[in-house]
């Protein structure tokens, strides 16, 4: 999965197509992401206790990671791998596809 936690992506399809915001968390295992503010669901909670009240929860579900682009700059690029380094002290690092530079 070449996106992380944290990064900034744009959603590319799906009911939200074109909003953006930020990886909150990853299911590589399943391949998908959740993204903050994005293909939202509303839950329904009922009261724990005798004397609360339920309530109508909206919580961001997971999608596909390939209906997400990574955003670098405020463009959308193209994640690609290289090595850094010699030897033992060789490092994978993720690099924009059209720059060139480490991300």
């Not at 299911?27 to 109508?56: C, M």
């Not at 690099?95 to 530079?101: P, T, V």
Request: charged fraction near 35%; avoid cysteine; proline fraction near 2%.
């Amino acid at each position: 999965m070449k996106i992380k936690k944290g990064d900034t992506v744009k959603v590319i399809a799906g009911k939200d197509k074109g909003k953006t915001g930020t990886i909150i968390k990853t299911l590589p295992a399943l391949d998908q992401v959740i993204v903050e503010g994005t293909n939202i669901a509303k839950k329904h909670e009922k009261n724990k206790r005798s004397r609360s009240v339920g309530q109508i929860i909206e919580k961001s579900m997971p999608m596909s990671a390939s209906n997400v682009a990574l955003m670098e700059d405020g463009k959308v690029v193209r994640v690609g791998y290289t090595f850094e380094g010699e030897g033992d002290k060789r490092k994978k690092v993720r690099i924009s596809k059209a720059s060139g530079k480490t991300i």
